[in-house]
């Protein structure tokens, strides 16, 4: 399988000196091109902070990261904001839509900051939604949605443009469980289209159902293991 993410000894530590916080702590991490991947762990493991790295949103204390062969360390500002922009279709826990813009207007923001055409971003948009079951919402404010909905809505917008990887963080956890195993088939659906998803959680349930798990507790990996059964 081809490489897609190489952590080697990754460290973050926040407040260094006496009272120096260890978010991550040696960690070592390879996912491979198309795999599914939950991350787990408590409040405080430290899963947060490496999604932040994964995604390119921060940047380690030390230690090595590659995305597709590049060093990200070696990246200015602007190569990892096109990196955010092209290579990874963020969905976070708190939806982050866009309050005076209906569904589809929220799906075709980003699509406009790629600088894509409006008729071609109004398709991608349409084609998106429908993905997500939500193609009749499309003129929906998030007011007049369900939680659910507006988060098939954020997982619409992060997909639109047909990133190589998703990254979901807590994607359910503000969510009721039938909705929660609503946006859990979506992202396993995205799984076996041939996309990288990685998902960022606490809950066992979810880990359950990716084909690999990655529990880190205090900053350090502790498992690393496929679960038998899942395709």
Known sequence: ME?????????????????EVHALDGV?????????????GHSGSGKSTLMNMIGALDTPTSGEYYLH??????????????IRNQEIGFIFQGFNL???????????LPLIYRGIEKKKRRKLAIHALGMVGLESRKKHKPSEMSGGQQQRVAIA?????????????????????KSSN???????????????????????EIAARAKRVVRIIDGKIDADYYNEGVE
Request: proline residues 4%.
């Open 69 to 82: 062969g590049k060093d990200v360390r070696k990246l200015s500002e602007n190569e990892l904001s096109d």
């Open 157 to 177: 917008r992060a997909i639109a443009a047909r990133p190589p990887i998703i990254l979901a963080d807590e994607p359910t956890g503000n969510l009721d469980s």
């Open 28 to 40: 070592d991490l390879t996912i491979n091109k198309g795999e599914l991947v939950a991350i787990i």
């Open 98 to 108: 866009i309050a005076n813009l209906d569904a589809i207007g929220n799906v075709e």
């Open 3 to 19: 490489e897609l993410v190489r952590i080697r000894n990754m460290m973050k530590i926040y407040n260094p000196g006496e009272n």
């Open 182 to 204: 609503e946006i859990i088939d979506i992202l396993v659906g995205l799984y076996r289209e041939g996309r990288t998803v990685i998902i960022i959680t606490h809950d066992d």
